[in-house]
């Protein structure tokens, strides 16, 4: 089954298109065994209510010392997806900036060799994010367009399993969305902490919304994952 299907049969099974980011903040390294037990306390606080989890540095780097570069020559984006994948993971969020060949092309064979998935950054939540996926550029034939609708194109193309649009930028979720159809699902980050909303993100068009902080650092993490999917639905 590919990573597309299995995210898609999970969410109908658990009724929660809700993909947890497990992060928390800076812990020192004498900490580590604090965080792995407030980790596994969220998950179970929080598992009936979220389809998927997202690991980022906050957990992998200081619990697993994993040297991860998503934005490198492909040689070594290929290696970084070997042991991605080897450690379990079902699919890399990798930086289109890269480009194709000898970008993020490695990646994607080591991808479909082992049915894993691929998502790209095509517009991030954060302020700054119009400062290179917002800016405009020519396309091969010259034409200028924007970054992100260029990227949002190459999802497609590449065959990309997921796009990563900020829930802070709606109208870029739908613009987007209007790109990608239904061949490319939209997962959005920046709900709550970064000033968006679950509703409005899935009006637009987002599929699965990736949240961190409102969950993790809740009182009751368990109560904030129900809101969210609740939210999430008034959306649909
Ligand atoms: O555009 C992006 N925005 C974003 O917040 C792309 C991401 N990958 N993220 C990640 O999503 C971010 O690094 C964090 O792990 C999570 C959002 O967490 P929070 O703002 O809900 O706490």
Not at 68 to 80: E, L, S
Not at 219 to 235: H, T
Request: one cysteine or more; charged letters at 20%.
């Amino acid at each position: 089954m590919s990573f597309k299907e299995k995210m898609e049969e999970t969410a109908k099974k658990k009724e929660s298109n809700s993909v947890l980011a497990l992060d928390f903040p800076f812990r020192s390294p004498d900490k580590r065994d604090e965080l792995l037990v407030e980790a596994q306390d969220v998950l179970d606080a929080v598992h009936p209510y979220v389809c998927a989890v997202k690991f980022n540095h906050h957990l992998v780097l200081p619990l697993a010392i994993m040297d991860c570069k998503a934005n490198d020559i492909g040689a070594t984006n290929q290696v970084i997806a070997e042991y991605y994948y080897a450690a379990g993971f079902d699919a890399l969020i990798a930086n289109p900036f890269v480009g194709w060949e000898e970008g993020l092309k490695p990646i994607f064979d080591v991808a479909r060799r082992l049915q894993r998935g691929v998502i790209l950054l095509t517009y991030m939540s954060h302020k700054g994010a119009s400062e290179g996926y917002g800016q405009t550029v020519h396309d091969a034939a010259g034409a200028a367009t924007a970054q992100y609708v260029s990227f949002a194109k190459k999802a497609v193309q590449w065959g990309a399993d997921g796009a990563v649009v900020g829930a802070t930028y709606p109208e870029k979720i739908r613009e987007i969305h209007g790109i990608l159809g239904e061949h490319v699902p939209i997962y959005s980050p920046g709900i709550g902490a970064q000033g968006g909303a679950a509703e409005t993100a899935a009006k637009a068009g987002a599929r699965y919304f990736i949240v961190g902080r409102s969950i993790t650092l809740a009182e009751n993490p368990s109560e904030a994952a129900k809101k969210l999917c609740s939210a999430i639905r008034q959306g649909r």
